[in-house]
């Protein structure tokens, strides 16, 4: 039974890992090489990883990606260890309120990247998701800030903040639950305690007074 129990919270952290990695912030350095439309028509697949359709825009099957092209420099490890260039396409819509970057301005956010596009400008790209090639998913640009160079990096804030909010928060709702556990429960299951053992043994009495006769 404990090693079900660890299994459980292992899944359980590994999803709201998952789920936190794919919608904090995260930041690319890159060049802008070019942006494109297309219409595409969503599977199942694809739809959860994708918002709804431009705020004012139809929302049907078929969605107009907007995708930014760009050349990134390629880093693991939140940006400590960098590699050579890569190729890395980002779509562009509008967010709403969920994730909570309440981005309504993809149309402005494409007319900065064709402005950028074939330029040796380095920018900073912000961005959530994940870029998965085979399901042609791609992460969703927020912002984009040109930058002084591709040795530039950008430090996580953001999601440092979150983190350290997110500990103290836990921390304080532990501490809630172990004076609760403290203060009502132990006491209410002392009283049960007490009370059964009392009725067992007036029970128990009355059975050997019965044998004694």
């Not at 590699?83 to 309440?102: A, L, Q, S």
């Amino acid at each position: 039974m404990r090693n079900v129990r660890r299994f459980i919270r292992g899944v359980l952290f590994v999803l709201v890992g998952l789920y936190f990695h794919y919608t904090l912030p995260q930041h690319d350095v890159a060049k802008v090489t070019g942006i494109s439309d297309r219409l595409e028509r969503l599977s199942w697949v694809q739809r959860p990883f994708y918002n709804q359709g431009d705020l004012g825009a139809d929302q049907s099957e078929m969605r107009d990606l907007r995708l930014i092209n760009t050349v990134r420099v390629n880093t693991w490890f939140f940006g400590l260890w960098r590699g050579g260039e890569e190729v890395m396409v980002y779509r562009n819509e509008d967010t709403g309120v969920y994730p909570p970057y309440f981005k309504f301005d993809s149309s402005d956010l494409e007319a900065e990247a064709a402005a950028l596009a074939g330029k040796e400008q380095w920018v900073s790209i912000t961005h959530y998701g994940w870029r998965m090639r085979f399901l042609s998913i791609y992460p969703n640009a927020i912002s984009i800030k040109p930058v002084s160079g591709p040795e530039y990096r950008p430090f996580p804030w953001f999601n440092l903040f979150f983190f350290a909010f997110l500990i103290v928060g836990l921390l304080f709702v532990r501490a809630m639950w172990r004076q609760f556990v403290e203060r009502t429960v132990d006491p209410t299951m002392d009283a049960l305690e007490d009370g059964y053992d009392a009725r067992k043994s007036r029970v128990q009495s009355w059975l050997d007074s019965w044998r004694s006769k």
